[in-house]
């Protein structure tokens, strides 16, 4: 029983892991519907294992006797996860309205101003989010992936496991920038509201969702890359794989980082551009870091410049099109918007100091 709920969970997260991206990055409806439901069976395979699997107290006493315990990993976030959940459910939750009054008042002078725009009787029990639809539909998604969280630190444990995890993740990363090669060649944009054939956002609703996938998978095959020789090189010491084909490897690696970090490049993101270069930074301190991974770190220095040179070369003006978005009027008008909308978050949490208008709104 166990180990047919070990492969039914590691099956069904790797589909998962190939299924969102693809599914407009799952954000919209219906798809994250089926993310849910997905997250939910398999979060009812995972109970059917412990309790399958769960022990006796033993006869020492160490335990209270008589009693089952169940095997289960506890992460040091999971306090904190359990008072934020407690938190979330404490804004949707139905108040005395002059309890909420107290508490909030500009959130209950939002539901006075509604109720005498649209000549209603204010109700006697509110709640403390303003929008309490988006509480419920925002805590589920949270509720959805701390579950996915739980799930894979409690059953993906052996090295065979997560290195299935991550190539699938990589596999599919790759598939993304393939597939937004393919548009940007074609001149086609099948899955994009973006109409500028320079623009890839694969799969992806927008350029900056892609972006910001593709910055993870590149920065986690970097990890791979480099973990990779951090392991001893003679046999005597552990290491079965020749060094023949552990380069094979590296090189089979590196090329599709470059296939990844192309398409990353020609999404046009300013934000993906500015996060993976920050990313590659703080990669790069990681490395040096650990010594046995210092004088690799001149893989970085060499392949991300040559990388950019052969982008120059094999499209110009998209690269230039691309990297002109952080200079110019355009980049001028988009950063006032943006700040715009930054600065009100100042506003909003000025009027809902203490909890918040609530999740999701």
């Known amino acids: 029983m166990v180990m047919i709920c070990d492969r039914l969970i590691e099956v069904g997260l790797i589909l998962i892991l190939i299924y969102t991206p693809l599914a407009f990055g799952a954000v919209t409806e219906y798809s994250t519907m089926l993310f849910e439901m997905a997250i939910g069976g398999l979060l009812l395979v995972w109970l059917i294992k412990m309790f399958s699997q769960r022990k006796k107290a033993p006869r020492d006493g160490s335990w209270q006797p008589g009693k089952h315990y169940l ?81 894979i630190i409690n059953n993906i444990r052996r090295p065979e496991q997560v290195k299935r995890l991550v190539y699938a993740i990589i596999a599919v990363g790759f598939s993304e920038s393939l597939y937004g090669l393919l548009q940007l060649l074609s001149g086609k944009q099948f899955l994009s509201f973006y109409p500028k054939a320079f623009l890839i956002s694969g799969s992806f609703i927008n350029k900056n969702h892609f972006a910001g996938y593709m910055e993870m998978v590149i920065l986690l095959t970097f990890g791979v890359i480099f973990t990779r020789f951090e392991k001893p090189r003679s046999s005597h010491q552990g290491d079965s794989e020749p060094i023949e084909e552990k380069y094979a490897k ?70 230039s099109r691309n990297f002109s978005r952080f200079t110019g009027e355009q980049f001028d008008l988009s950063f006032q918007t943006r700040w715009e909308i930054w600065r009100t978050q100042g506003h909003i949490f000025q009027d809902f100091p203490a909890v918040g208008s609530g999740f999701g709104t």
């Not at 649209?118 to 709640?127: A, E, G, H, K």
């Not at 599709?256 to 990313?279: D, K, Q, T």
């Open 71 to 151: 095997r289960f990993v506890n992460p040091p976030v999971f306090i904190p996860l359990c008072v934020f959940f407690i938190f979330l459910i404490f804004q949707r939750i139905l108040l005395p309205g002059s309890l909420v009054k107290i508490i909030s008042p500009n959130t209950y002078h939002l539901y006075a101003e509604a109720a005498r725009i649209t000549s209603v009787t204010i109700p006697p029990w509110l709640p403390l989010s303003v929008c309490a639809q988006s509480t419920e539909t925002e805590f589920l998604k949270f509720l959805t992936y701390v579950a996915v969280f739980f799930i």
């Open 250 to 319: 590296t090189s089979l690696s590196l090329f599709l980082v470059l296939i990844m970090i192309s398409a990353h490049l020609l999404s046009g993101s300013r934000g993906g551009i500015i996060s993976l270069a920050g990313g590659i930074i703080f990669f790069a301190i990681l490395v040096n870091i650990r010594h046995l991974l210092r004088q690799w770190i001149i893989v970085l220095l060499i392949f991300l410049p040559l990388v950019l040179v052969l982008m120059v070369m094999m499209v110009p003006d998209q690269i």
